[in-house]
């Protein structure tokens, strides 16, 4: 658990408390806890991501099974985009509720973090380089700055965490950057409405702002702008579904994800229902569960 993050954990992010932690931390446990954390520069090189991809695809493999030669390989694009779910829900979740509630900020930078890589070589969680620290607070002269500025200050550092990740993504595959902008999004969204079931409406508008502004203050795209649509079915049920598609489907056992956007009319009143009691419940499981299982 990170020191400085500690006033969240008596609300309804008490479950993400040990998403991230610190290297000493870890040192201080057992042996056993050193096991499988791996540099995350060295996880986003070609031939580790390789491996944690193949490791991944293992438990969506199709075919009999004393007929090996015959058995079906999910596609490798789908897989990349399912595991960077893992690693990109992680640091948005955490990250984005620290920004909000308490104005602080996590050293994400690929250089001072670390993985650890759970079941199947998914990412289960982040660890802070000692030499980094726990984060800086954002300065308090912020708030009487203008809109387009405050913006900056409050994202420019956690958009760039996620980008570094995103730029060694993509040389590994077909998918350009939407897709795992998209992902990364489909977690910014649920963190957020989250934090306003709570009552922290007025904490989450700055998220908010981020998604209704196209241009960021230093002229590039956001990345995040208007991430989600919202529609409403031949049956009167009413979804949000991503802009971008993340090809889950493409891995046959999974099919789609409940706010695919290439089929919004598949969605029935119960699985809209199995949505909304989802996302009241505040576990990691939760937050990843219908765009992961």
């Known amino acids: 658990m990170i ?13 993400y408390r040990d998403l991230i932690t610190t290297y000493a931390q870890v040192q201080a446990g057992d042996e056993a806890s050193l096991q499988r954390v791996v540099p995350a520069r060295d996880v986003l090189s070609p031939g580790w991501l390789a491996a944690c991809i193949a490791a991944h695809g293992m438990q969506y493999e199709t075919g009999p099974a004393d007929a090996a030669s015959h058995i079906s390989a999910p596609d490798e694009q789908a897989l990349l985009s399912q595991w960077s779910k893992y690693l990109l829900s992680s640091m948005v979740s955490l990250p984005l509720a620290a920004n909000l509630l308490l104005d602080h900020q996590l050293p994400l930078e690929l250089r001072h973090l670390s993985l650890r890589l759970g079941e199947h070589g998914v990412v289960t969680q982040l660890i802070l380089d000692d030499a980094a620290g726990q984060g800086t607070s954002l300065p308090a002269e912020i ?5 387009a500025t405050r913006l900056q ?9 996620l980008e570094a990740v995103i730029e060694r993504l993509v040389p590994h595959t077909a998918l350009g950057p939407k897709v795992f902008w998209s992902n990364a999004a489909h977690y910014f969204v649920y963190i957020v409405g989250m934090l306003e079931e709570q009552g922290w409406v007025a904490q989450a508008a700055p ?9 960021l203050a230093d002229g590039r795209r956001n990345p995040l702008y208007q991430p989600v649509s919202d529609v409403m079915d031949r049956h009167g049920e009413r979804h949000t579904p991503r802009k971008v598609c993340c090809v889950r489907y493409r891995i046959e056992c999974l099919g789609y994800c409940s706010n695919c956007p290439l089929s919004i009319e598949r969605a029935t009143a119960r699985r809209a229902q199995t949505r909304r009691v989802d996302q009241r419940a505040n576990s990691r499981a939760a937050l990843i569960g219908s765009d992961l299982s």
Do not use: C, K, N, W
């Open 153 to 161: 200050a409050r994202f420019q550092g956690y958009l760039a965490h």
């Open 207 to 215: 998220a908010r702002q981020l998604m209704a502004t196209r241009i």
């Open 143 to 147: 708030e009487s700055a203008d809109e």
């Open 3 to 15: 020191d400085a993050l500690s006033p969240l954990f008596a609300g309804p992010m008490v479950a």
